[in-house]
C-alpha cells in the first residue's frame, strides 16, 4: 500500500482506511506522541489537511493495539542457518566421573541394593 491509495480510500470513506492507516504509520502511530501531533504530522506528509483527525489515531491505536504491522510491510529478521552437524559437548577429561552409570536394582543383590542412594532418600 502507498499513500495515494490510503488518500483514496479515505475520499471514499472506506471501512479498511483506518487499518491501512495503522499499517503506513504504524511506527509513529504506536509512538508516545500525542494524537493531534500525530494527525497534523500524517495530513502534512499525504499533503491533505484535516483528512486524519486525532480520533482516527485514538481509533487505531485502541483496535490495533498489540497488533503487528502485515509482515510485508515491516522488515524481516533472519535468523541463522542450522548448522548440518549440531556440536557434541566434549567429555571433559579432568573430571574423573563424567560418564553417568545407571544401576538396576532388580539385578543387583540386596546388600549392594541398600547401599545404593536414591535420589528419592533423606540425607
Known sequence: MDKKTLIDLFERRDKKRKRILYELYFDLITSRLSARYIAEMICKDMGHADMVSAADIKFCRFQFKGKVASAALRPGFRSKPVSASPLQPEPDSQSPGSTA??????????QENIIVESKFSKK
Not at 552409570?101 to 540386596?110: E, G, I, S, V
Open 101 to 110: 552409570f545407571w544401576a538396576d536394582p532388580d539385578t543387583m543383590r540386596t
